[in-house]
């Protein structure tokens, strides 16, 4: 991350963003806790989600011609002291599903002897059957889900270079842990990624542990002394992701080498870039498969990682009266590419030749990017 052999801290501040990047789906319940104390509501529908220091209720209901949604904001188990957010049926956007969004909620939290307040957004989603309704709002069957409404912004020296870093409370718990997410590049019109909030990086032969702090106020970088071996390449540049049951890692290296942990792994996220002849620059993007990420052990005297041949995988289904044929992209040691670029665009689409046995040409169809 920061290309420095001392310890560093970054200050992130904290802003309020309406954008979200993830959400989590609130828990639907029958009923409200015993316990409650509930304002007058009509039609009450209750949800829950725990945050750091436990579950807070969330009650959406009619109201006139709209909804209003209470939320214990103090985790006290009383709505009655609560602010209500309200919503218009007018005020219902027109998109696929239906929704509409309350906030920012506060949320006041305690956690380790501190007391602090986060800001959440609440969508309201109505589906019937498994599609959305673009019919009348159902009030037997919304959805509702969380978002952070709140986002921390530092900067960070990184390979020689300020960037700025986004933190989000991806897992909405009202604190920054492993789970949550540090976006790298995403105002850059280049592929953003994310580390998690906790975690350790590897860049050039020099590595580094790091995490945010609970209440996200600071960033703490501090190199680690490790030992390392390097993983060959073939290519310029190289990104990996490797993970055991121990430690997870974010690699980087260039020139054909990476120095990676001595270690027994498996290959989360591979991004390689590589020069042809032509002097154009390929991008690879390869994400491991559903069922198992493959192998990388890293030996004292080091290894190659080889991901050629590429395989072409050629499927076909019945549709309609015809054959819809797909195509898609693995590596030698079986990861999925998930892109592949050409000087930061997309190739050209393939074609697929249908032949007779005697030659004749059938039919020339191009692909499709889906
Ligand atoms: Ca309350
Ligand atoms: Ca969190």
């Given at each position: 991350m920061a290309l420095g052999e001392e310890r560093q801290v970054v200050p992130l501040r904290c802003e309020l963003q309406d954008k979200y990047l993830d959400f989590k789906w609130l828990e639907r319940k029958?009923?409200?806790?015993?316990?409650a104390k509930l304002p007058p509501l009509k039609e009450p529908l209750f949800f829950s989600w725990k945050f750091a220091d436990g579950e807070r209720l969330f009650v959406l209901a009619e109201e006139g011609k709209g909804f209003v949604l209470y939320v214990d904001t103090d985790g006290d188990n009383d709505l009655t002291d609560e602010q209500p957010f309200r919503c218009l049926w007018r005020d219902w956007r027109p998109y696929s599903p239906i929704q509409v969004r309350f906030g920012p909620i506060p949320i006041h939290l305690r956690f380790k002897d501190q007391t602090f307040t986060r800001h959440f957004g609440v969508i309201a989603i109505v589906f019937r059957d498994r599609g959305p309704d673009?019919?009348?709002?159902?009030k037997y069957r919304p959805r509702m889900a969380l978002y952070s409404a709140e986002c921390w912004m530092g900067t960070i020296l990184w390979k020689g270079e300020l960037m700025t870093v986004m933190v989000t409370d991806t897992d909405c718990d009202g604190i920054i842990g492993e789970k949550d997410k540090i976006w790298l590049g995403y105002w850059r019109k280049q592929l953003p990624f994310w580390l998690p909030a906790i975690g350790q990086i590897g860049i050039k032969g020099r590595f580094f542990r790091y995490h945010v702090e609970p209440t996200g106020k600071e960033l703490v970088i501090e190199p680690v002394q490790v030992r390392a071996a390097s993983l060959r390449f073939h290519g310029e540049q190289l990104q990996v992701s490797v993970f055991n049951e121990n430690e997870e890692w974010w690699l980087e290296g260039e020139g054909g080498e990476l120095k990676a942990p001595i270690g027994s792994f498996r290959l989360g996220i591979v991004n390689l870039s590589r020069k042809d002849a032509q002097g154009r620059l390929w991008t690879l993007l390869a994400v491991f498969p559903s069922k198992q990420a493959p192998k990388l052990e890293i030996p004292e005297e080091g290894t190659t990682l080889n991901l050629e041949p590429l395989h072409i995988n050629l499927r076909w289904d019945e549709e309609d009266d015809g054959l819809k044929f797909s195509l898609d992209i693995t590596t030698a040691?079986?990861?999925?590419?998930?892109m592949l670029w050409v000087d930061r665009k997309r190739p050209p689409e393939p074609k697929l030749r249908l032949t007779a046995p005697?030659?004749?040409?059938v039919a020339e169809l191009p692909f499709h990017y889906g």
């Amino acid at each position: 991350m920061a290309l420095g052999e001392e310890r560093q801290v970054v200050p992130l501040r904290c802003e309020l963003q309406d954008k979200y990047l993830d959400f989590k789906w609130l828990e639907r319940k029958p009923t409200a806790p015993s316990d409650a104390k509930l304002p007058p509501l009509k039609e009450p529908l209750f949800f829950s989600w725990k945050f750091a220091d436990g579950e807070r209720l969330f009650v959406l209901a009619e109201e006139g011609k709209g909804f209003v949604l209470y939320v214990d904001t103090d985790g006290d188990n009383d709505l009655t002291d609560e602010q209500p957010f309200r919503c218009l049926w007018r005020d219902w956007r027109p998109y696929s599903p239906i929704q509409v969004r309350f906030g920012p909620i506060p949320i006041h939290l305690r956690f380790k002897d501190q007391t602090f307040t986060r800001h959440f957004g609440v969508i309201a989603i109505v589906f019937r059957d498994r599609g959305p309704d673009f019919g009348d709002f159902d009030k037997y069957r919304p959805r509702m889900a969380l978002y952070s409404a709140e986002c921390w912004m530092g900067t960070i020296l990184w390979k020689g270079e300020l960037m700025t870093v986004m933190v989000t409370d991806t897992d909405c718990d009202g604190i920054i842990g492993e789970k949550d997410k540090i976006w790298l590049g995403y105002w850059r019109k280049q592929l953003p990624f994310w580390l998690p909030a906790i975690g350790q990086i590897g860049i050039k032969g020099r590595f580094f542990r790091y995490h945010v702090e609970p209440t996200g106020k600071e960033l703490v970088i501090e190199p680690v002394q490790v030992r390392a071996a390097s993983l060959r390449f073939h290519g310029e540049q190289l990104q990996v992701s490797v993970f055991n049951e121990n430690e997870e890692w974010w690699l980087e290296g260039e020139g054909g080498e990476l120095k990676a942990p001595i270690g027994s792994f498996r290959l989360g996220i591979v991004n390689l870039s590589r020069k042809d002849a032509q002097g154009r620059l390929w991008t690879l993007l390869a994400v491991f498969p559903s069922k198992q990420a493959p192998k990388l052990e890293i030996p004292e005297e080091g290894t190659t990682l080889n991901l050629e041949p590429l395989h072409i995988n050629l499927r076909w289904d019945e549709e309609d009266d015809g054959l819809k044929f797909s195509l898609d992209i693995t590596t030698a040691n079986g990861m999925n590419v998930g892109m592949l670029w050409v000087d930061r665009k997309r190739p050209p689409e393939p074609k697929l030749r249908l032949t007779a046995p005697d030659g004749k040409v059938v039919a020339e169809l191009p692909f499709h990017y889906g």
